[in-house]
């Protein structure tokens, strides 16, 4: 069974502090990595997707790393805006499954204050 | 380019009703996720639809049961409703093989 374990829970940071949030993942066939934001109340928004060991991408202050067996959100000089709950889930090509099952973690919820 | 809407925005039930939430998804998907996610929890997958049948189901019971219809707009009825379904109920919409892309969500709650 897929597993998804995110870390920390919470992260608290000021302005400009960088920091990084941890996913660790189970999967029998990595189909695909994927980072969400999620405001209060509202629907997961996409940010990226990882599909390989070694794989990078990055929008704004935010950059995304992939290894066999995490992924790592960078946060550079963050701003309040940033602040929101980030979620990892994964994608299993496993057994040919033929739908595409999101397994989430539980979100790490950050707080930059100004 | 219209993103995923569902209705209604909030809605309360009593224990043993039962619930239609729907879904529009994104102009030039073709496929529809639900997702159930409790306070403080990550998304549970309920199902997932392509081309109007079921083609996939998470760990929920058989009172949990959807629609996909020709424009690809989708619906969650959920029977016998329980106190624990209390959630914010979440549709995605993809195209097979790329990223789900998620609507605001409905805050179901049972009392």
């Known amino acids: 069974e897929d597993q998804v374990t995110q870390s920390p829970e919470a992260l608290r940071l000021q302005e400009g502090e960088s920091s990084s949030l941890n996913c660790s993942y189970t999967?029998?066939?990595?189909?695909?990595l994927f980072w969400y934001r999620q405001d209060p109340g509202k629907g997961p928004e996409f940010l990226f997707t990882?599909?390989?060991a070694g794989e990078e991408k990055e929008k704004e202050r935010l950059k995304a790393t992939l290894t066999k067996k995490e992924s790592f959100l960078h946060i550079t000089a963050p701003k309040p805006e940033d602040s929101a709950t980030y979620l990892c889930a994964v994608q299993s090509n496993a057994g040919g499954t033929s739908y595409e099952k999101l397994t989430f973690g539980q979100g790490t919820i950050l707080t930059v204050h100004p | 380019e219209t993103g995923v809407t569902q209705s209604p925005t909030h809605l309360i039930k009593t224990r043993g009703q039962q619930v239609t939430l729907r879904c529009s998804s994104q102009?030039?998907?073709?496929?529809v996720s639900w997702y159930q996610q409790a306070l403080g929890q990550g998304p549970q997958f309920i199902f997932q639809?392509?081309?109007?049948?079921?083609?996939g189901r998470g760990n929920f019971p058989p009172r949990f049961s959807g629609l996909q219809f020709p424009n690809y707009s989708s619906e969650l009825n959920v029977n016998a409703l329980e106190l624990d379904d209390s959630a914010l109920y979440l549709c995605?919409?993809?195209?097979?093989?790329?990223?789900?892309?998620f609507g605001p969500g409905t805050r179901l709650t049972v009392t």
């Open positions: 639809y392509y081309r109007e049948e079921e083609n």
């Open positions: 999967v029998s066939g990595l189909r695909g």
């Open positions: 995605a919409s993809s195209n097979r093989g790329y990223e789900q892309y």
């Open positions: 990882l599909y390989s």
């Open positions: 102009s030039g998907h073709n496929t």
